[in-house]
């Protein structure tokens, strides 16, 4: 059973913000979320962290800006999802635009996920070295890719890492390691994506170029124009929106709706059937980021790199398309994969178990991220979903519950057990890796025993966690807009009430859907209950979105349920 709880919040400072302007609701979600006064709530470019607080990124700057000036071949190395992908447009926009004037050349090189796995490895070194290159920079990848640097070194190769991941116990031996998460990083936000670190070094960058004489304010290049693509890497990879990740996701949303976009990004909009003029983060989460990871997922990034570094809309939307027709494909891939899921979980075996591990020989190793996901949600379990890669290996892909830290969960598998695991990597929430074929059974119980040893069972209680219940004079279009104002993901919830209705009407539709019919104190307000066939009771305490529907243009307000407990 889930249990609806409510958000603590001071109530000094919900008054003191309602009193600023603010709705009383949003006042209360706000203070709930730790913001204490309007200026937390400034997403103005001034806001963001200075770049020289990024632990090396003045080194990085000089040795680009050597590069640029020796006329050098920078290679980008880029990472295969959206996040990747997003950071790879941006540095080779940046770069062609601060090399302007040079001979410099810059290219990249995406690595196709199923025949050379994660990151830069020795394979993917070699790779590279076919094109000669100068200098390497990783984009979202390269914290973990020891022997892959030590393959460039001995080609004489320098390299860059760019990352945002958790490093291992040894750094690889690189020219600079950007990353926020590096040892001695003094940096205040972790929680930059891999696009975000490549916006600042890129800005880093400018500042040495502009030292060089190279330009000035005046005439130096605008490197705001890539907000649009640093917005939507930043939202896809769910990283944790502190105030630094708000300002680049606000200034980047502000940037779409003006028209001010990307070509790649205004012809997804279209595929996706969402509207540029009035984007959310979520249209970025939820409707173009898997339209970009789809094409990693099932084949390799460079349809989506190139949908987001073409200036030709006409190019751009056939790129659109066929990244839509990717996501189709890893919709279905992913349905079926989700069923066979949930045919080999007992749900009595389940529960008194602290995780889940699944495997399947005939799964597709670029979706089981998705389906460990999907069954973590069911289950409150942190999950990981194997597929075969070749003969002798599995890849598997993790998701995990608040509570449970999944790589250092693995990083503890590995201490208790130091031949297991071959390779893995990953974050608190989301974290991959490889075994041997026949190493499965054993690691599935040392995945259990770690996690057991580590937790509290209180944390497999399945709580969601709201803002409480509206006065029915609160329930005004003028809440839901602004609430829209604001920037909402990941560590920043949306709103989220919860209270008692009368359920006075409901039906299914679609066959998956519940529409509602339901009253509070007298008032009627239609809503719609997503993937939801049971009926619910006669009155019934639900966790709920107020959102405004307009049809036909009449506007009235709507309820979206998440839960009913």
């Given at each position: ?5 409510t ?12 009193a600023a ?6 006042a209360?979600?706000?203070?709930a979320?730790?913001i204490?006064?309007d200026?937390?709530l400034r997403?103005?470019?001034?806001g963001?962290?200075?770049p ?7 080194a990085?700057?000089s040795?680009l800006a050597?590069a ?13 999802d959206?996040?990747?992908a997003?950071?790879c447009a941006?540095?080779l ?6 090399a302007?004037?040079s001979?410099?050349s810059?290219d990249?090189?995406v690595p196709n996920r199923?025949?050379y796995?994660?990151?830069?490895t020795?394979e ?18 390269g914290?973990a890719?020891v ?10 190769i320098?390299v860059?890492v760019t990352?945002?991941h958790?490093?291992?116990?040894v750094?690889p ?17 972790k929680h ?5 670190v ?13 030292a ?7 005439s ?10 640093v ?13 630094n990740n ?11 709706r003006?028209g ?5 990004i ?8 969402r ?19 789809a ?8 349809v ?7 200036d030709?809309?006409?190019r ?17 891939i992913e349905?079926?994969?989700q ?13 008194p178990r602290?995780?889940?591990?699944l495997?399947?020989e005939?799964w597709?190793q ?5 389906v460990a996901?999907?069954?973590?949600e069911?289950?409150?379990?942190p999950?990981i979903?194997?597929a075969?890669s070749?003969e002798?290996e ?8 608040e509570?449970?830290h999944?790589r250092d969960?693995?990083d ?11 390779r ?18 054993r690691f ?6 770690a996690?057991s ?7 497999f209680?399945?709580t ?12 005004t279009?003028?809440?839901v807009?602004?609430?829209e104002?604001?920037v ?6 949306a ?5 008692e209705?009368?359920?006075?009407e ?8 519940l529409k509602?019919?339901?009253?509070l104190?007298?008032?009627r307000f ?18 709920y979105?107020?959102a ?8 009235r ?5 998440e839960?009913?407990?």
């Amino acid at each position: 059973m889930t249990r609806l709880i409510t958000r603590d919040y001071d109530p000094a400072v919900a008054r003191r913000l309602a009193a600023a302007g603010m709705p009383a609701p949003l006042a209360r979600v706000l203070a709930a979320r730790g913001i204490t006064s309007d200026e937390q709530l400034r997403l103005s470019l001034e806001g963001l962290i200075a770049p020289g607080a990024l632990s090396h990124v003045d080194a990085a700057a000089s040795l680009l800006a050597d590069a640029i000036d020796a006329e050098a071949r920078l290679l980008i190395v880029a990472d295969y999802d959206c996040d990747g992908a997003t950071a790879c447009a941006v540095g080779l926009r940046g770069l062609r635009m601060l090399a302007a004037g040079s001979q410099a050349s810059v290219d990249y090189l995406v690595p196709n996920r199923f025949e050379y796995g994660y990151g830069l490895t020795p394979e993917i070194v070699d790779l590279a070295a076919q094109r000669q290159p100068d200098l390497l920079i990783t984009v979202d990848n390269g914290i973990a890719s020891v022997e892959g640097v030590a393959r460039a070194n001995e080609l004489g190769i320098e390299v860059l890492v760019t990352d945002h991941h958790l490093p291992g116990a040894v750094l690889p031996d690189a020219a600079c390691i950007v990353n926020p998460n590096q040892p001695g990083c003094g940096f205040p936000s972790k929680h930059l994506a891999g696009v975000g670190v490549m916006f600042y070094v890129l800005l880093a960058l400018r500042a040495e170029l502009r030292a060089r004489g190279r330009f000035d304010m005046a005439s130096q290049p605008r490197l705001d124009t890539l907000l649009d693509l640093v917005a939507l890497g930043t939202v896809a990879d769910v990283v944790r929106l502190d105030h630094n990740n708000r300002v680049l996701v606000a200034q980047g949303l502000q940037r779409i709706r003006s028209g001010r976009l990307h070509p790649g990004i205004a012809a997804l909009f279209q595929v996706a059937g969402r509207d540029a003029r009035t984007a959310r983060a979520a249209d970025l989460g939820f409707a173009i980021g898997p339209r970009i990871n789809a094409a990693g997922r099932l084949t390799d990034m460079t349809v989506g790199i190139e949908c987001l570094t073409t200036d030709s809309f006409e190019r751009a939307l056939a790129l659109a398309q066929q990244l839509d027709e990717l996501n189709r494909e890893r919709r279905e891939i992913e349905s079926d994969m989700q069923l066979d899921a949930l045919a080999a979980i007992d749900d009595a075996v389940v529960q008194p178990r602290s995780t889940i591990c699944l495997f399947d020989e005939s799964w597709h190793q670029g979706v089981v991220g998705l389906v460990a996901s999907r069954i973590k949600e069911k289950y409150h379990r942190p999950t990981i979903a194997f597929a075969r890669s070749g003969e002798s290996e599995l890849r598997g892909s993790g998701r995990s519950i608040e509570g449970v830290h999944l790589r250092d969960t693995l990083d503890l598998v590995t201490k208790v057990a130091p031949t297991l695991v071959k390779r893995f990597g990953g974050h608190a929430m989301a974290a991959g890796l490889t075994l041997a074929a026949d190493e499965y059974d054993r690691f599935a119980a040392a995945f259990e025993a770690a996690t057991s040893s580590s937790c509290d069972r209180s944390i497999f209680d399945r709580t969601i966690a709201t803002d409480g219940a509206l006065e029915p004079s609160e329930f005004t279009f003028g809440l839901v807009e602004a609430c829209e104002q604001h920037v909402w993901g990941q560590g920043f919830p949306a709103p989220l009430f919860a209270q008692e209705f009368d359920v006075v009407e409901q039906r299914l539709v679609k066959e998956r859907h519940l529409k509602l019919g339901l009253e509070l104190d007298g008032r009627r307000f239609n809503g719609i209950f997503f993937r939801r066939t049971e009926p619910l009771p006669r009155r019934a305490r639900l966790a709920y979105r107020p959102a405004i529907d307009d049809y036909q243009g009449q506007r009235r307000l709507s309820l979206f349920v998440e839960q009913c407990e």
